[in-house]
């Protein structure tokens, strides 16, 4: 299964859910899809979805799927890859009045440099990265969290 999730602000992502909802109408894209459309206006025709799911759901539906296509944000991303799944990243673009600016893109650029993730510049390329996504063997998150941490204490030791 493929899990959407388009976030839970006020921004519309209007443009991936009808590239994918498209992409199915063609047979490009045969997997189950379930998507969580936010505030999006567009409704899917060819997939079930829901405006929003509540915490505990969403992390089942992360559990249950084997691609999170998502837009550009670091929790999503991040939390998907520690669970073990491929991650398909789309940035929501200011040009399309998805998001103020475009610091989606640098987020999602950075994370296709570290190989963590499949990112997907065009929608109309929504097809060709699920295919893509499904050959990337599974990608491991090393958290530097600790380092961090030992860092701080190191340096509060020596004070």
Same mark, same amino acid.
Request: glycine share 4%; net charge negative.
């Given at each position: ?9 006020s921004f519309q992502f ?11 109408e063609k047979g490009e ?12 206006? &567009?409704? $899917?025709?060819?997939?079930? &979805? ?40 789309? $940035?929501?673009?200011?040009? &399309? ?23 997907? &510049? ?38």
């Amino acid at each position: 299964m493929i899990f959407i999730t388009v976030g839970s602000r006020s921004f519309q992502f209007n443009r991936l859910l009808y590239a994918i909802d498209n992409a199915r109408e063609k047979g490009e894209i045969i997997d189950t899809v379930f998507a969580q459309i936010g505030s999006s206006e &567009y409704k $899917p025709k060819n997939f079930e &979805y829901v405006d929003f799911l509540n915490h505990d759901d969403f992390i089942k539906k992360i559990n249950q799927c084997e691609i999170v296509i998502t837009h550009g944000v670091t929790g999503v991303i991040v939390n998907s890859i520690k669970m073990g799944k491929k991650v398909i990243a789309v $940035p929501r673009l200011a040009k &399309y009045h998805e998001v103020v600016d475009d610091h989606q893109l640098q987020l999602v650029r950075e994370f296709e440099k570290m190989g963590m993730i499949t990112a997907c &510049y065009d929608e109309k390329d929504i097809a060709q990265c699920v295919n893509e996504a499904k050959l990337i063997e599974e990608v491991s998150y090393a958290s530097n969290t600790d380092s961090i941490l030992d860092s701080i204490r190191e340096f509060i030791h020596r004070m």
